[in-house]
């Protein structure tokens, strides 16, 4: 419960001020720019497209989600926190909050790609949108175990990106393959391993973050 009440309270408090939300939309929507100018009137491989995607994906969400600690260090409530609620609590707390961000931040990037990229061709949505509901979450777990990491030190804004890289580089590639298999219409079947590889990524840096947390936010 209160779990949900430390969700509830990062939710409202995003509702007022806005800053992941308008960095994210603002960051999706000129990269996505970016990428559509630098095209023109060239047809680009569905498979780039694709990978295009995931490239928008995991910038997107480094200039969105690193502030889930940050805020609370910088209003210093990370003391009332420390004195409310135990460790496994807090992290479950924005935990929720980061995955309801990646989700509404995946689906809107998804629906524009899918209306301004005509070689942006899926033969199998169940297996592509299966990638990207374990793929988003696993995002949401590394992305708040990180922001936890940076919390505390001097520079946050650089530090961020240099850690989830190497954290992010094989959920992005699996999922990179998996995209490849949708667009060639391979089934579920078909894509077992990799999709094997995308869940138990997520279960690892799910364990890992629960057992890592309760060192890092008393630290």
Same mark, same amino acid.
């Given at each position: 419960?209160? !779990? ?21 939309? $603002? ?8 990428? +559509? ?6 047809? *680009?491989?569905? %498979? ?9 994906? &995991?910038?997107?969400? $480094?200039?969105? +989600? !690193?502030?889930? &600690? ?19 609590? *807090? ?5 929720? &909050?980061?995955?309801?961000?990646? %989700?509404? $931040?995946?689906? !809107? ?9 005509? !070689? ?31 919390? #505390? ?6 530090? %961020? ?7 992010? +580089?094989?959920?992005? +590639? ?5 995209? #490849?298999?949708?667009?060639?219409? #391979? ?17 690892? $840096? ?8 309760? &060192?890092?936010?008393?630290?």
């Amino acid at each position: 419960m209160k !779990s949900y009440s430390l969700f509830k309270k990062d939710w409202q408090s995003e509702l007022r001020t806005r800053y992941a939300i308008n960095a994210l939309a $603002m960051f999706i929507l000129v990269t996505i720019s970016v990428i +559509l100018f630098s095209i023109g009137q060239e047809r *680009i491989s569905e %498979y780039l497209t694709g990978g295009l995607l995931w490239v928008v994906i &995991f910038f997107s969400a $480094m200039s969105g +989600l !690193s502030r889930a &600690f940050v805020s609370e260090e910088e209003r210093g409530t990370t003391m009332t926190l420390h004195l409310l609620a135990k460790p496994s609590t *807090i992290f479950s707390g924005k935990l929720l &909050f980061n995955v309801l961000l990646v %989700y509404l $931040m995946n689906f !809107s990037i998804i629906v524009l790609y899918s209306l301004l990229f005509d !070689s942006f061709i899926i033969a199998n949505w169940g297996l592509f949108f299966l990638a990207t509901f374990f793929g988003s979450f696993g995002i949401a777990v590394s992305s708040t175990i990180i922001a936890a990491i940076i919390s #505390k030190a001097s520079a946050k804004g650089t530090l %961020y990106p240099v850690l989830a890289f190497p954290i992010l +580089l094989p959920l992005i +590639l699996t999922l990179l393959e998996l995209t #490849k298999f949708a667009i060639d219409g #391979k089934t579920i079947t078909e894509a077992y391993v990799e999709l094997a590889v995308l869940i138990c990524y997520d279960v690892i $840096m799910l364990s890992a973050s629960y057992m890592l947390f309760d &060192f890092i936010w008393k630290d």
